[in-house]
């Protein structure tokens, strides 16, 4: 059973980071693709971060430059460090894996993702 389990959120001032964690089980983060993406309250979803089997990365642009997507293949685990915040980031954040196609960019159509984690910042 595909599993994934998010961790790290909370409430940060503006300018500050953090990183989230994600505890994948049931099966092994060398999928094709896996990924975070955001829902602020009353918003849609958006693609934040993806990161392919191969190592390739790539950012939404509210991001780039200031959220770095990594994977720890021993410990199965993705992570996204958050730097610079800012209070538009406020948002409940998921990670994501798909086991049947590449990323091909930041996306949001993910067949599996987590319960998500809550990030709050203040300004």
């Known amino acids: 059973q595909v599993q994934l389990v998010e961790s790290g959120g909370g409430s940060v001032q503006a300018g500050g980071s953090l990183r989230l964690s994600c505890a994948a089980s049931?099966?092994?983060?060398?999928?094709?693709?896996l990924g975070w993406f955001r829902q602020a309250l009353g918003k849609e979803r958006e693609g934040v971060a993806v990161i392919d089997s191969d190592g390739s990365r790539a950012y939404a642009d509210s991001v780039k430059g200031r959220f770095t997507i990594s994977k720890d293949i021993v410990k199965n685990t993705l992570y996204l460090y958050l730097d610079i915040v800012k209070p538009e980031d406020t948002a409940m954040y998921y990670c994501?894996?798909?086991?049947?196609?590449?990323?091909?960019?930041?996306?949001?159509?993910?067949?599996?993702w987590g319960r998500g984690t809550q990030i709050t910042v203040s300004s």
């Open positions: 049931g099966f092994t983060i060398s999928a094709p693709c």
């Open positions: 994501a894996a798909d086991h049947g196609r590449v990323c091909r960019g930041v996306r949001t159509d993910f067949p599996n």
